[in-house]
């Protein structure tokens, strides 16, 4: 781990002003994906600002009939809130599903939604990476692509969006609330927080230099049958191969979300007027255009079989 300088934020905008300033900085909360990233080499920030600190970590009633959960409140107070396990049962069951209880305690909403992509050459310094190093090339393209997506994806870059809660939050349609450096705030939508790759792999979330995350709203809650359904290689700890997030209606609609399959939470609406045709019908729609490899098509048919499983869930 290189060395680096130290400062406590006193203000959500004070953050956002100190990050900006100076070039390298970073903000630090839970840790739980920076730091790992450092002792890699992967991530060197010269400076990080403390935000753990920040009044961000309540979760309100929102005008609306909504929810505003601060961006420091941990994982572990997000999923076991009354009223998130009550009205927005398909975010509890994405934190549990997402890790252990030691990281659960330490992640923040924040950073959970920032987490870095995930594929094992973004992490094998030795490597060419478009994500680590612009222009230097993809080294996952005729490599190693089992866990990776299927769709979404460029000539550059074919990393998938490692999160369970962000899947969540796609098919609730919630949103995250930003302060700029000058302390100027806008509201952006899930629906466009998280990037595809293009020709820039590198920039995953659309903040501008110091723009710090305050907060994820949750509009007014949709009723019906809320699901989570994780298929991994491992029965616990272990990203999505398939994630299955879904909000189901008893006249047979809904919304449906899925994870691991592409670098950011892949909802399609107009798939989703399938749902009475089945699971079959929805993914065919969700999944036009798909560009798999070899080792990864099977997440296709799989995204098929664990959505057959949520709606039978959804019909008991």
């Not at 049962?89 to 992509?117: C, F, M, P």
């Not at 903040?207 to 007014?220: D, I, N, Q, R, S």
Request: hydrophobic share 40%; proline share 8%; aromatic share 6%.
């Amino acid at each position: 781990m290189r060395p680096f300088s130290y400062e406590r934020a006193e203000s959500p905008a004070g953050a956002a002003a100190a990050v900006a300033s100076r070039p390298g900085a970073r903000f630090i909360a839970g840790g739980t994906n920076l730091l790992d990233l450092m002792k890699f080499q992967i991530e060197t920030p010269t400076h990080l600002v403390d935000i753990r600190h920040l009044p961000l970590r309540a979760i309100e009633d929102t005008p609306d009939g909504g929810l505003r959960i601060g961006a420091l409140v941990t994982n572990t107070e997000l999923a076991s809130h009354p009223r998130v396990k009550r009205d927005y049962g398909v975010v509890s069951r994405a934190i549990v599903a997402g890790a252990t209880g030691q990281l659960r305690n330490k992640a923040t909403t924040a950073g959970n939604i920032l987490q870095r992509n995930r594929c094992p050459y973004f992490y094998e310094t030795n490597l060419p990476c478009n994500k680590r190093a612009p222009g230097s090339g993809c080294s996952a393209l005729g490599g190693v692509t089992r866990s990776l997506a299927v769709i979404g994806t460029s000539p550059h870059c074919i990393a998938q969006n490692p999160g369970d809660l962000a899947v969540a939050l796609r098919v609730l349609d919630a949103g995250v609330e930003t302060v700029g450096p000058d302390g100027s705030r806008r509201a952006i939508p899930v629906a466009d927080f998280h990037r595809l790759p293009g020709d820039a792999p590198e920039i995953e979330v659309p903040l501008a230099p110091g723009e710090l995350v305050t907060a994820v709203t949750l509009p007014k809650p949709l009723g019906g049958s809320h699901h989570y359904h994780k298929v991994r290689d491992r029965a616990s700890y272990a990203f999505a191969l398939v994630s299955v997030a879904a909000v189901l209606q008893r006249d047979g609609t809904g919304r449906v979300a899925f994870g691991g399959v592409a670098p950011r939470p892949w909802r399609v609406e107009a798939a989703e007027a399938l749902l009475p045709r089945g699971p079959a019908a929805v993914v065919a729609a969700a999944f036009e255009g798909a560009t798999p490899t070899a080792d990864n098509a099977f997440k296709i048919p799989l995204a098929a079989r664990t959505l057959a499983l949520v709606s039978e869930e959804g019909r008991a």
